[in-house]
């Protein structure tokens, strides 16, 4: 099991940037494919992006591709999310999420993730 912790959301307005981090403890990074999902109140956690293990494989939901980015730094334990170009329908709390995995395999259902963040709130202005 890895403990994670989120940072960097906060209040932006449309078109700006944010960058979020999630700071992962207790387990050995490396060994765990990640990703970040995002939740609006009264709905289901959304899949946004996702990494492999050692960063070869990344995959986005339709709705951020091209203007948010995921990668991480295995030798800091983090895993990051750049958002640019933001829209107000990107306001929500985005969630980080871990799952051992020992290939390069990656996962886009948060029910196939066992380990999660607190969240970190998003607010977009218009």
């Known amino acids: 099991q890895v403990q994670l912790v989120e940072s960097g959301g906060g209040l932006v307005q449309a078109g700006g940037s944010l960058r979020l981090s999630c700071a992962a403890s207790g387990g050995t990074f490396s060994n765990y494919g990640m990703a970040w999902f995002r939740q609006t109140p009264g709905k289901e956690r959304d899949f946004i992006a996702t990494?492999?293990?050692?960063?070869?494989?990344?995959y986005y939901a339709n709705s951020v591709k091209g203007r948010f980015a995921i990668s991480r730094d295995n030798a800091k334990n983090t895993v990051y999310l750049q958002m640019n170009s933001l829209k107000p329908e990107d306001t929500a709390v985005y969630y980080c999420?871990?799952?051992?995995?020992?290939?390069?395999?990656?996962?886009?259902?948060?029910?196939?993730?066992?380990?999660w963040g607190q969240g970190t709130q998003v607010t977009v202005s218009s």
């Open positions: 999420a871990a799952q051992r995995a020992y290939t390069e395999i990656y996962y886009i259902e948060a029910r196939q993730y066992t380990d």
């Open positions: 990494i492999s293990r050692t960063g070869a494989a990344v």
